[in-house]
Nanobody, 122 residues
Framework: QVQLVESGGGLVQAGGSLRLSCAAS????????MGWFRQAPGKEREFVAA????????YYTDSVKERFTISRDNAKNTVYLEMNSLKPEDTAVYYC???????????????WGQGTQVTVSS
């Protein structure tokens, strides 16, 4: 069983920045791919970014490319999502997720965190 705890959400003005963190339990963190997803009110949960276990491969949805950066620190069992140039349409609950093995851009992840709210005001 893997437990994930997100933090770092909050209220920010458009154009601002936030860094989300997701701390994972377990001793084989580097064997797990990590993903960030978000869900806005009335919308389906969508993929945002993902990173392989080694950190050598990353994926982003088109709407966040050049603005968001996913990274991980395997020594700290933590994955990050650096979000810059935030827009009101980035407002959502952000979830981290993990799966053993290959990195995916769909929702086929095995474990999910409880989510952290990000609100971007215009």
């Amino acid at each position: 069983q893997v437990q994930l705890v997100e933090s770092g959400g909050g209220l920010v003005q458009a154009g601002g920045s936030l860094r989300l963190s997701c701390a994972a339990s377990g001793r084989t963190f580097s064997s797990y791919s990590m993903g960030w997803f978000r869900q806005a009110p009335g919308k389906e949960r969508e993929f945002v970014a993902a990173i392989s276990g080694s950190g050598g491969t990353t994926y982003y949805t088109d709407s966040v490319k050049e603005r968001f950066t996913i990274s991980r620190d395997n020594a700290k069992n933590t994955v990050y999502l650096e979000m810059n140039s935030l827009k009101p349409e980035d407002t959502a609950v952000y979830y981290c997720a993990t799966r053993y093995g290959s990195t995916r851009r769909d929702k086929l992840y095995d474990y999910w965190g409880q989510g952290t709210q990000v609100t971007v005001s215009s």
